[in-house]
């Protein structure tokens, strides 16, 4: 009987051991992507620097997936995130990213200056896979204060 519960462990961990490394290799169990937002894009989302003042400026580089970046939608929009981490509600865009039509195979970076009117906290820059309805986004935080407090 203990030779048999001794077993019955060691196949356990093995088990588990095996389900834990096709796990790492696939992707995590979440399905967060390295964008910062839940997603099964394979596009990627920067943005730089990750804090800033309102009334800054930012530098957002998307790298399309293969299956490109939809243009339908006019390009990058902002959102402010959720304390949860989920977008809440979109506040600003950048039109036409992207000079191809409406799908966007090459990479980019845009610059944008962030409206003094912000209010602070972490906000998104999302663009939409064509293809995929979910957003994928990189995420920046608005620091209180005044950009004029620290110059």
Request: charged share 20%.
């Amino acid at each position: 009987m203990s030779d048999e519960l001794s077993m019955n462990k060691s196949v356990m961990i093995i088990v588990s051991l095996v389900v834990f490394i096709t796990g790492l290799a696939f992707g995590n169990f979440a399905g967060s992507g390295a964008t910062g937002g839940a997603t099964t894009s394979e596009s990627i989302v920067t943005v730089e620097p990750y804090s800033v003042f309102a009334g800054e400026g930012i530098a957002i580089t998307v790298i399309p997936g293969p299956a490109g970046i939809d243009q339908e939608e006019a390009g990058v929009y902002f959102y402010k995130i959720r304390d949860d981490g989920t977008l809440a509600y979109r506040i600003a865009r950048i039109r036409n990213f992207c000079d191809y039509g409406r799908t966007c195979y090459e990479s980019g970076t845009v610059y944008y200056s962030i409206p003094t009117s912000w209010s602070p906290g972490k906000y998104g820059a999302t663009v939409k896979e064509r293809g995929n309805e979910e957003l994928t986004w990189g995420e920046f935080r608005i620091k209180a204060g005044d950009i004029t407090e620290w110059s």
